[in-house]
């Protein structure tokens, strides 16, 4: 069998857990912030960039899927907990980022807050699958 066509598993995975009572514009707006850091963090995770039969040449991207995920504001604090305690790459975004308009505020935003008092709206972890699932243990994929 050609090696090409195998499926690839990725011993690594990328995941972004939502609060389950965010509106969608707000899911759409916190997933997207807190993948983009993870590329920085983990270049390896980003692929070549892409170009179509014309020549057009388009940004790279994940080189992995995204799996995203929700659950309430209990089991996210969890998630954050464990994430911590373990020592992966992470993102967060408060609920407070929401009133912000730049980058400034929304780090002074997060930096006000102690940890284990965050009002977290959503988080990105990334790192390898086991750990990662052990994470998000808890919470569904998103619908």
Same mark, same amino acid.
């Given at each position: 069998?050609?090696?090409? &066509? ?7 995975? @990328? ?14 707006? !916190? =997933?997207? #912030?807190?993948? &983009? ?5 983990? *270049? +390896? !995770?980003?692929? +070549? ?7 057009? +040449?388009? /940004?790279?991207? #994940?080189?992995?899927?995204?799996? @995203?995920?929700?659950?309430?504001? +209990?089991?996210?604090?969890? $998630?954050?907990?464990? %994430? @911590? &305690?373990?020592? !992966? $790459? /992470? &993102? !967060? #975004?408060? =609920?407070?980022? #929401? ?9 002074? %935003?997060?930096?006000?807050?102690? %940890?284990?008092?965050?009002?977290? %709206? ?5 790192? *390898? ?5 052990? @994470?998000?243990?808890? =919470?569904?994929?998103? *619908?």
């Amino acid at each position: 069998m050609d090696s090409d &066509s195998e499926p690839v598993r990725f011993d690594t995975k @990328i995941a972004v857990l939502l609060r389950d009572d965010l509106e969608v514009w707000q899911r759409l707006n !916190v =997933a997207s #912030f807190l993948v &983009s850091g993870i590329g920085q963090r983990a *270049p +390896e !995770v980003i692929g +070549e960039p892409y170009a179509d039969a014309d020549g057009t +040449e388009y /940004l790279p991207m #994940f080189r992995q899927p995204v799996l @995203i995920f929700e659950g309430g504001k +209990e089991t996210l604090t969890k $998630a954050h907990e464990r %994430a @911590i &305690s373990r020592g !992966v $790459a /992470l &993102s !967060v #975004f408060t =609920a407070d980022l #929401f009133a912000t308009g730049n980058d400034r505020d929304n780090r002074a %935003a997060v930096r006000a807050v102690r %940890a284990a008092d965050l009002d977290l %709206a959503g988080m990105a972890v990334y790192g *390898p699958r086991g750990v990662v699932d052990k @994470i998000v243990k808890g =919470a569904r994929m998103h *619908p």
